[in-house]
Every structure is written in C-alpha cells, then in structure tokens.
C-alpha cells in the first residue's frame, strides 16, 4: 500500500464529490471571467450612447454574485475531498500500525510515529485543500484571463505574459524568504522556550556560578535572533503587497497610454474598463501558486515518510482476514450401538472441536469413550447423526489420505507380524524410512531402537519392549504421517510414573499445533466433554 494507491482508490470511491468538485471548479472560474465581459459591453453601451437594459445591468451583477457564491462552494468541495483523502491515508495507517510487529515498537521512538499519523497526514491534507487542486484551479484562472485578454487585446497579451515570469520569480522569491524567517522565528522561540523555565530551575547554580551575565547574553541571542527573524517576515510582507499593486498600475498605465498612442493597443471604453478588472485579478492567483506549490513541496516530503512507514515489513499474520477456525471433528446428533445389540452405547451427542483445540473426553467406565473415539477414527459409522473430520465422513477417508487427517492411539498397543519399523509403517509403502526414524525420534523412542541387532528391521516380538515402550511405539504409529487430527485412549492408564512422564512427553512433542481428542484425566485439555 502506498498513499497514492491510498488516493486512487479514494478517488473511485468517491466519484461523484470529485466530478462534482470538477464542475465547480470550472464553472467557478468561467463565471469569473463573466463580469469583466459584460462590465466592458455596459461601457460600450454607454460610450455609444445607446442605453442601459436592466437584464445587462442584472446579468452583470448576477454572474459576479455568482462567481462569490462558486468560489465559496469550490473552497467547501475542495475542503470536503481533502478531509476524504486524510481520512483515507490515517485509516491505511493505523490498519499498518495494527499489523506491525512488536518490534518496530521497540525500534522506534513512539513520537515519531504518531508525528507521522498527525504532521505528516496534514501535510497530504494541504496537498489538497491547498496544494494541487487550487494550483490547477489557479493555473486555469491564469490561462484563461490571458486568453480573454489575447481576444480583446494583443498588445495587452504580450505585456502580461512578458511581465508574468518576473512577477511569478519575485512571488516565489519573497515567500521562500518569508517562509525561511518564519522558521528561523519559530526556532529561536522554541529556544526562548526552553531557556526560560532552565534559567529558572537552575537559578541556584546560575548565582553560584556567577553565570548570570553569561545566561542574560544567552537570552539575548535568541531574542534578538528571533527578532531580526520576524523583522525579515514583517519586511517581506510589508513589501509584496506594494509591489505587486504598483506593477499592476503600471501596466494599466501603460496600457492606457499605449491605447492612445499605438494602434496596436488601441481599444473600446469597455474593454479598457474589462481589462483593467482583469489586470487587477491576475497577481491574486499567481500570489496563490506560489504558496500552493510550497504547500505542495511540503507534502511530497510528507508522502516520502508516509511511504517508509507503509512499506515496514508486517507481522506474518494480517489480522484484517483471520484465518477462519474450522471444525476439526463435528458430531451432530450421534446415535451409536454395535451391530446386534439393542442397547444404545451413545445417545443423541452433539460438540464440535474446533481445529487447533485439545479436548479431553470423560466419563465412567463403559461409558462409550472409546466407542466414540473410534467413531470419530472412522472405524464405525453411527447409527443415526452425523460425524465429520474436517469437513469429511471420516469412513469414507481413502487410506492415503486416512493416516495424514487421523492419528489414532489405542488404548493398548496392537502387535502386526513384522519389524520394529513396519509397527510404525504398518506396511504403507507411502511412508519413507526417514519419516518413520523421525517419528522414533520424536517419541524418543530412536536411541533404543538403534541400539536393537538390526535397528529398525528387528523382528518385533511382544518382548521386545516394555509396555512403555510399546506405548510410545503407538505413538509413533499415529503420528507417522503427520495427522492433523490425534486420537489419544487412555494410553497412559497401565504405566508406571516414570513411563507414564515418558509418554506424555512424547505426546506433548508429537501434538504440536495439532488437534487432540483424548480420553485421559492426564492430558488437560482446554475443554472437556462428558460422554
Ligand atoms: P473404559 O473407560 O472402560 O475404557 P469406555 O468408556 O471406553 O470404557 P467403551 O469401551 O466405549 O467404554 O464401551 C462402551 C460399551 O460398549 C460397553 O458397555 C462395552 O461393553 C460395549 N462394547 C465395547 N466394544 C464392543 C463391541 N465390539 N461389541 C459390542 N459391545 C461393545
Ligand atoms: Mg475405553
């Protein structure tokens, strides 16, 4: 995100205020070139000696009403666009403020940021309120006196336009100085500012010191530098105005002797009257552009650290669009018994576990705990209801699929006729050697193992191990494949307190971020489900 993608997109969201401000803006600036034009075809009129009609003296006073009335709705419009625009880049910026890392926090000092969200916005504020939109608007009231001015006299044209840059250059000239000793004001009172309340904190020491001639000479610097400072401004400003009005006297003056003199600026009564209107409006702009552009300078220089502060790297996660929790297993109305039998083991259960939530199952023995954990495993299907596992009938899972989506740890370990290796492959040609040793490893099982004749390849036999062992090597069995769902019954039950810490280690380990149902007092869950 950037401020100027921040303005397109503010821009097509508000279409109608920016073409409307568009209308306003030209109709502003035609109807200001009106009451000079009908201003010159009243003088005509009455230089002909011809009379006055009502309609042109109303017209004349009804299009310069007008022309207030537009220039006062334009400066609302363009105020109004500018708050949108402002709006717009401090909600960019503080959706960025929501998604930095803590980091950023640590690493910058917290005024900076906020001068950024305050100073810097206000500067893209003025960029509109004004800075481009008035300089356009400006440009264009410029462009278009010259334009009427080159329709009714040539000579006049060639005046203004010669003078133009130079009066453009001073313009320039005198606010860059003014705006340089404005500064140089504003810095020597922060200093004033500053060294008072230290003076007089201090006065002790001052006196002590003997430091009083040293402080005064202090306080007079700044003083007299804020001083000469404000002088320059108050020199600049009493200077300009002066200027500008004797210039355009002079060009009036000069037009209205030519007029006489030379053909070539010859013109009527009216267009003279016309002229000197528009002569007399024409510094007004120029005077404006130059600020504008000021205004304008200050907000690039705006933009630019707003830019650096939207292009900080964010935290992985955008809070904006939450990834959305999904049900890992869900149970509606599940009904169960097993085939034959009238009884109903389960009745009419209902919970959903959400995906990354660890629940743990209770309930008294025969109950139907692991009835249901291997309902859920996809072993049976209930009798009436529903169960799905991440959106899927877990009885339908294709067999490659079954071992990535479920883990599921029996209550007691089930030898299958092969080595130690193929009790966790379970003869799946999918799962690789490596993925079976990490699964070892991650029960902490792969040391014992290793240390086996044959390592992994060791007949397994029910000997083999101890019933700890075996457990883990459940474990093992579950998570081979990396499930994200893990079923856990009762495993820790029949184990001694040292194995029992063993595997609930392992388990820990091997639940990571994973889901967990579990049937065990131990494992404490987040939640817990009473069957
Ligand atoms: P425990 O705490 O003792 O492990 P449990 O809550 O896990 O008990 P289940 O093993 O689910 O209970 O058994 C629930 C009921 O279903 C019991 O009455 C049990 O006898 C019965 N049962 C379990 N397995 C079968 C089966 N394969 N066929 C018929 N009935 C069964
Ligand atoms: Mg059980």
């Not at 002909?48 to 334009?74: E, N, P, Q, R």
């Not at 002066?242 to 013109?267: D, K, Q, R, Y």
């Amino acid at each position: 995100m950037s401020v100027a993608k921040i303005i397109i997109q503010t821009l097509r969201r508000n279409i109608i205020l920016t073409s409307g401000m568009a209308a306003v803006i030209t109709a502003a600036i035609v109807t200001s070139l009106l009451p000079p034009l009908i201003l010159e075809r009243m003088i005509n009129l009455l230089a002909d000696g011809t009379g006055l009609s009502l309609l042109t003296v109303f017209s004349y006073f009804l299009t310069a009403a007008l022309s207030g009335i537009l220039d006062a709705f334009k400066e609302v419009l363009i105020n109004a666009f500018g708050q949108k625009m402002t709006h717009a880049v401090r909600t960019g910026m503080t959706d960025k403020l929501r998604r930095l890392p803590a980091s950023y926090f640590t690493d910058n000092d917290p005024g900076a940021t906020a001068s950024r969200i305050v100073g810097d916005v206000s500067t893209v504020d003025g960029l509109f309120t004004s800075g481009i939109i008035s300089m356009a608007a400006d440009l264009c009231r410029v462009i278009s006196i010259l334009y009427v001015v080159l329709s009714r006299n040539a000579g006049l044209f060639v005046l203004l336009t010669a003078v133009l840059p130079f009066i453009f250059l001073f313009t320039r000239r005198v606010q860059k100085r003014m705006l340089s000793s404005q500064l140089a004001n504003r810095e020597a009172a922060s200093e004033v500012n500053q060294e008072i309340p230290e003076t007089i904190a201090c006065l002790r020491t001052v006196r002590i010191l003997h430091g009083e001639a040293f402080m005064e000479k202090r306080y007079g610097t700044s003083i007299e530098k804020s001083f000469q400072a404000q002088r320059k401004t108050n020199f600049y400003d009493a200077v300009y105005s002066p200027v500008i009005v004797s210039v355009s006297a002079l060009i009036t003056g000069i037009i209205m002797a030519a007029s006489a003199a030379n053909e070539f600026f010859s013109m009527s009564a009216g267009t003279a009257a016309a002229m000197i209107a528009y002569v007399s409006g024409f510094f007004g702009p120029i005077d404006s552009i130059g600020m504008e552009i000021q205004n304008v300078q200050a907000a690039v220089a705006g933009v630019k650290r707003i830019n650096a502060f939207l292009s900080e790297p964010e935290m992985d996660v955008p809070d904006d669009n939450p990834v959305p929790v999904t049900a890992a297993a869900e149970l509606s109305h599940v009904t169960f018994s097993y085939t034959g039998e009238e009884r109903e083991v389960l009745h009419d259960l209902s919970f959903s576990v959400m995906e990354g939530e660890r629940i743990t199952l209770a309930g008294r023995t025969g109950a139907g705990k692991s009835t249901l954990v291997k309902l859920i495993a996809g072993l049976y299907s209930p009798s009436s209801g529903n169960i799905t596992v991440f959106g899927r009938n877990p009885v339908s899972l294709h067999d490659s699929e079954r071992r990535s989506t479920i883990g599921y740890v029996e209550q007691s370990f089930h030898l299958i006729p092969g080595s130690v290796g193929e009790q966790v492959s379970l003869h799946d040609p999918e799962v690789s050697y490596d993925e079976i040793r990490r699964a070892l490893e991650t029960v902490g099982l792969l040391e014992t193992v290793d240390s086996l004749p044959q390592g992994m390849d060791t007949p397994c036999t029910g000997d083999l191990f101890s019933q700890g062992h075996f457990q883990l090597l459940s474990i093992a069995r579950a998570t081979v494949k990396n499930p994200k769902l893990l079923l856990l019954d009762e495993i820790t039950a029949n184990l001694d307190y040292g194995t029992e810490a063993q595997v609930i280690k392992a388990l820990n380990e091997a639940s990571g971020n994973r889901t967990v149902i579990s049937v065990s007092h131990r494992l404490a869950g987040t939640r817990t489900v009473y069957v």
